[in-house]
């Protein structure tokens, strides 16, 4: 039996400390497998930082599989024959070429060209879809809606309960609970399949950039589906999963994190503190072959004047996180060219790897970190000399492979 | 496909589209007009109300220019006045009422015929501050400073030049509601409130409101036709100024098509080619102009897929409800007013700003006051073509008369009508029995007939926020928008409404500008 506070005492015994957040659909389970009760909230709802150990549990979504919670996550329905020509002008991939029954990642921007936030699209129907974004994001979809008569807009988030199961062993799991053909869902696509008195979508998607996929249910079967997954997959070394592991798994994947990586522009005040696209590496959805969208105009100009900051993979010298740590042109930290994102030791890849912003000019150079660390309240200054990557941190074949190899 | 290619197709013939088709042909460029109506004004069109009797929306020319007559020869082209100026009558109730006429005040107390010479002195020096800015594309904020920033110099040079006296109470006033103005220099109820008329009327306020009243009354003023602060009478109406413009415009090459409504704007690799007719046609040219008004312009004919998500909803936000009706009365006999000679005058009825500002209450809340402030104009007693020898028309203005009256138009057309006459009969006992046909278009008829949202007499509010560079809206403050080849040259486009065709000269000039 796994150590779990429920066994020490029973959940009316935990003193209850109302925090004013929700529990999400799942909670009943998710709550007593909270060791220390470690919750951050989420969009109104209680999200696990760690059930009882993150290290465990990261190594969950690379050795066997992790399953988070992703209920919390804001969801909208845009519904209605402009829900393509709406959605198409408002994010910058092409809307219309999107096919039914996938999910596109997918980027929004203010006129100005600065990222709002970014998200997953699904496309539903053809003029359904459903759009997931960790952030609320209501305002500008309304905003975004002025002029198409046809589509509504609804939020969505309190319709379906969610949870990613990620890692080599999830779809051997999703296979074992029964989800007959699972295998064949090529990444991104989304597959319907009838479960317990309803249905359940599964999208081969998530964010630790592993093998893994997303299950999205009505919340009156979230706990049925939580026991199922649990019991079925106590052979697949199956792990509850926070956000603290999260974290790290997306950081190795090359994922962006609002508020970590880029600042939303809505919420910016200072001018340069919002960000472009191509500041975050994200040229490649943005699509200038498929017309008009909101931005493209700044988006345009700014791509060819091609000064603007770019966000580096970098792989650092050491083994000491390089976080908060400013970056340097030269050894001797003379001339400051930018700063630290997120950052990391990865366990995986063996490396001590960061996102890091830098000025334009100055990303084809040398680049040092300034690392600051401690030992045993000392502390340590470092300067070490960053790798920049191309590829991300990790990205093993089976999160590609179709259908991938059970393990 | 119509396969003949224009530089320009010009969407609406109101008297700015026909102005810019004008200037632009004068410089040799090819020019379609395309109207939707069968005739070609706008709120500026001459048409048969009622059997012999003729009318247009819009009825005097306090802001129309010497240099647009004389720049699209419209004098040859047979555009004429029937009367120079007309005097302003405020009427009593007691049958003592106050005219002003030749820069004079007469029928007041003594003090407010002086303090009106200082009041007609500082207008008209502001008047000639703000003539730096009407005639002239706006400047543009750029992230660093300005572009196209002659103009701001101009005006700043202008506002200097007032001396620091009247410049500093050029800054105090610009801003101030009319009663304000009116309380500083006058103290006859009647007269105030006959004065505070121009402050106010096509835009969403009264004597109390604050923000653009002072500004409203200098683009009253921009015209020189008689002289500042002038009320010209065109002959024939305005339609008369309109087939001049039209004449003019041919003369030059333009072609003009009416009964000819544009469906949408033809939009291929994000730049405008053409527009598609309601008719299924599509014709092409290098410049699209709307003279439509701007929630048109955007909305509908282009559509906001061609637009960014912030600036489509600028364009949303504009105030387009207008709050002005308008009647037309054909009389079988010449109307009496009491204690009037001859009402050939622009005659304010609204006995005190009170009254004027009861009236917008109502309207504010989507009601209808039972007490109509009106501006009321026989036009047939300088014009003998409105109607038969002996017979009469009256042009009025009603404020206030909400667009989106609370159970909507039809419950209340009827009451309107009679309110009005009522408010007449007041000053003018017989004048009931004297009408044979009567014309009431409300802001909603106005919307329908002449394809203006929310019939607004500015195509939306004349306002600080939406004036010079930022009218419409900031990105679209230069006539040309977002999308390369659409422009605007409306009454929604700087400098705003009234007849003065400014927009459309302006827009012509910007685009013939920008080819060099
Ligand atoms: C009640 C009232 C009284 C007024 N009185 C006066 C006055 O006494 N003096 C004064 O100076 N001003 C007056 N005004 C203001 C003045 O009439 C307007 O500001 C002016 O007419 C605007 O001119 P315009 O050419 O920009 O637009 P408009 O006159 O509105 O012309 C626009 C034209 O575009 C056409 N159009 C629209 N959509 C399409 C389409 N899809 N396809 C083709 N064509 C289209 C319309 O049919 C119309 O002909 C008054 C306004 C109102 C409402």
Redesign the interface.
Known sequence: MPLTIANLLKPEQIAHVPNGSLGSPFHERTSPLNFNQAWEEWNGFLAANYYRDEHLEYFSTRNTCGVLDVSPMNKYRFKGPDAE?ML???VTRDVTKHPVNTVQYNIWC??AGRIIDDGTIFRLSQDEFMLTCAEPNMD?FQ??K???DHVDITDMSHELAALAIQGPTSCALLKAMGFKGIENAKPFDIVKFPYLDGEIMISRTGFTGDLGYELWIDPKNAIALWDDVFSTGKIFGVQPLGLESLEKARLEAGFLSPYVDFHPALHTMDKGNDHSPFEMALSWIVNFNK??F????ALLKEKQAGKHRRLLKLDIEGNKAAESAILYRDAACQKQIGYVTSAMWSPVVKANIALGLVEGKYADGPIYAEVYHQKELRWIRKVCKCTKKTKPFWAPARAKQTPPADT | MNNKHYDAIIIGGGHNGLACAGYLAKAGKKVLVLEAAEQLGGLGATREFAPGFKASVAHTLPQLTNKLVNDLQLRKHGFELAANSLATVALSPAGQHITIANGEVQGASAADAESYQAYKRLLGRFADTMDATWHKTPPVMTDGGFKDASTLGMFGLKVRSLGKTDMREFMRMIFLPAQDMMDEFFETPLLKAALSWDYNVGNKLAPRSPNNAVLNQLLKMSGDMSGNGELPLPKGGVGGLINALAKSAKAYGAEIRTGSPVASVIVQ??QATGVSLENGESISANHIISNTDPKTSF?KLL???????????RI?RLRMNGLVSKVHLALNAEPKFTGLNKANGRIIIAPTMQYIENAFDQAKYKGLGEDLALEVIVPSLHDNSLAEAGKHVVSIQVQYTPYDIAGGWDAHRSTLLENVIKTLEQYAPDIRSQIVASELLTPVDLEQQFRVTGGHWHHGEFAIDAWWMNRPAY?ASQYKS?VAGFYNCGAGSHPGGGIMGAAGANAANYILKEEK
């Not at chain 2, 559509?303 to 909803?313: I, N, P, R, S, Y």
């Open positions: 020509a198409n002008r408002m203010t006129d500008w905003l975004a002025v002029g198409f017309g008009h909101t931005g493209r105009a | 690799d994000m909305f559509g906001v897929q061609h637009l960014d998500v912030e600036f489509t909803q949303n990105g977002p």
